[in-house]
């Protein structure tokens, strides 16, 4: 038990970013994560568009073993619910009502293993209005008021750059299955948990939030660069000779070691900036007379003088800057490797840190169905024979020898599941 999910086994049927991330923080803390995937492969394998559009898949799926399963077979799917018999948890990110078409309910995954712990993550969640809308990560930020809060108040929405819903979905659901195994422990009986994109959004709204009620709702939304709640300045991005810095002051102390840095004496002086409020209700001319300064400055310059002051502060930095990061590199956050697919590139560990322990060592995205002939056989002592036959019937193109759907399922409704090797 070197990690916390050491002995823990996941079997991952999640696609893009959503799930991926989730089981990703899994196998990254210990877990023995099976990526199970269609004949062809998950959706994020086979982009094409710009150079490099399928690497993603390279960091989500690192850690992980690979195999293939044609979940649309009667063969396909009972293999997959002998691996649910002796699994810990399943995690899908499937639009709501998919599993079901499939057969594997989550009636059907619990009579295999009561114990299961069963996770899905979509965008709107099971119920509601919205449960079958289309979700993607643009989708989901335009639904939840991101885009509409994001950029400039007199230009037109644009979305957040990153692909936050996806990811803080995962992050949500790592959590909501972390939880699930914890209640196992003590209960003995394994969790459905769901984690909704949308719901995981929205608690980033908080300073937006703050503004919209705050104005009794007659306030623009979009803040640009400043604070969504319009609520502290300075807090903005300012020029410099070379690019940017971004730069907020949180109470008075940070406002009076800003302009004592920046020599700005008149600012220092004028009674109406004495307070955050006072500077809010002056924030064209705050943030005019600080960018006027600041514009004196490279982005270094500034970013040491006012590190020194102690003023909160960072340069904007483009992607490439952030890919080479020291501070990441030296932390072990992000390493260079070569990847048989994607050839150099650079790669994430988990945020996650666990003290007195070491990182797990990385082991780079597998190829698609790499590991399953080491996984039927371990997992399910299928022979090679069974591994050939089974293989040919997961891909769908003739049937196999492996035993019905029905006979399977009666046969493990009374196989124990357990928590790996640990007793209850």
């Not at 996941?10 to 899994?26: C, E, H, K, R, S």
Request: hydrophobic content about 40%.
């Amino acid at each position: 038990m070197s990690h916390p999910f050491s002995g823990v086994t996941v079997l991952d049927l999640t696609q893009i970013y959503n799930g991926p991330y989730a089981t990703f923080l899994m196998a990254q803390s210990g877990a023995d994560v099976i990526k199970i995937e269609p004949p062809g492969g998950e959706h994020l394998r086979k982009r094409q568009g710009a150079s490099g559009a399928a690497m993603p898949f390279a960091m989500l799926n690192a850690n992980k073993r690979t195999m293939t399963l044609n979940l649309k077979t009667e063969q396909g799917r009972a293999v997959l619910l002998q691996l649910v018999a002796k699994a810990d948890v399943l995690v899908e990110n499937y639009a709501p009502g998919v599993m079901e078409r499939l057969g594997l309910s989550e009636a059907v995954l619990r009579e295999a293993n009561p114990r299961l712990v069963y996770a899905s993550s979509s965008g709107y969640g099971k119920t509601g209005p919205y449960r079958d809308y289309p979700a993607m990560d643009l989708t989901v930020q335009a639904m939840t008021g991101v885009i509409d809060s994001t950029g400039y108040p007199d230009r037109p929405p644009v979305k957040a750059g990153p692909a936050m819903a996806d990811l803080l979905a995962g992050v949500h659901l790592f959590g909501a299955i972390s939880a699930a195994l914890f209640a196992r422990e003590r209960t003995g009986k394994g969790e459905t948990v769901e984690v909704s994109m949308m719901e995981a959004v929205y608690p980033t709204l908080a300073s937006a939030l703050g503004l919209y009620y705050g104005s009794a709702g007659t306030a623009p939304m979009r803040t640009g660069n400043r604070h969504s709640g319009m609520s502290l300045c300075p807090y903005n991005v300012y020029p410099t000779s070379d690019g940017y810095l971004a730069i907020i002051t949180n109470n008075d102390q940070h406002w009076n070691w800003l302009v004592e840095a920046l020599g700005c004496k008149e600012l220092a002086a004028d009674p109406r900036l004495q307070t955050v409020k006072g500077r809010c209700e002056n924030m064209d001319e705050v943030d005019a007379a600080i960018g006027a300064v600041t514009a004196r400055f490279t982005k270094t310059e500034l970013f040491d003088l006012l590190i020194k002051n102690r003023v909160p502060c960072a340069p904007v930095r483009t992607v490439p800057e952030v890919i080479n990061d020291p501070h990441l590199h030296a932390r072990g956050s992000l390493q260079w490797i070569d990847h048989p697919e994607y050839g150099r590139i650079v790669v994430p560990s988990s945020p996650l840190r666990f003290a007195g322990e070491e990182k797990m060592p990385y082991r780079p995205s597998a190829a698609l169905g790499q590991d399953t002939q080491a996984i039927l056989s371990e997992r399910l002592g299928m022979t090679p024979a069974q591994i050939a036959s089974s293989s040919r019937a997961s891909s769908g193109r003739v049937r196999s020898s492996i035993q019905s759907y029905t006979t399977v399922r009666s046969a493990i409704r009374h196989c124990p599941s357990r928590f790996s090797n640990r007793s209850t």
